[in-house]
Nanobody, 126 residues
């Protein structure tokens, strides 16, 4: 069974950093593009960043450009999101997602992703 498990969330003060991880099992990780999405209760889920199988990444949200970095380690079947200089506006449930893709691009739309993790909560206090 395919399983994506996020970890690394927590509560931090504004200006601090967190690194989220997403461990993947049950699929051939290196054949999938990966994405990080976030959602506040009652609001639409939004893309944060995505990364192709070869490591080419794309920032999907202007407000995180220069602060968030997505990486992957195909040998470890793990996706990461390094989040620096966090602000209260970054408070959300963060989800990782996987989409079959053998190319050098990734998807911005949540509807392209077939598998999702359960989410990890990030809370940033001011």
């Amino acid at each position: 069974q395919v399983q994506l498990v996020e970890s690394g969330g927590g509560t931090v003060q504004a200006g601090e950093s967190l690194r989220l991880s997403c461990t993947v099992s049950g699929l051939n990780f290196e054949n999938y593009a990966m994405g990080w999405f976030r959602q506040v209760p009652g609001k639409e889920r939004e893309g944060v960043s995505c990364i192709a199988r070869n490591g080419h990444s794309t920032t999907l949200l202007d407000s995180v450009e220069g602060r968030f970095t997505i990486t992957r380690d195909n040998a470890k079947n793990t996706l990461y999101l390094q989040m620096n200089n966090l602000g209260p506006e970054d408070t959300a449930m963060y989800y990782c997602a996987a989409a079959p893709n053998l190319g050098s691009w990734c998807y911005s739309s949540q509807f392209e992703y077939d598998y999702w993790g359960q989410g990890t909560q990030v809370t940033v206090s001011s």
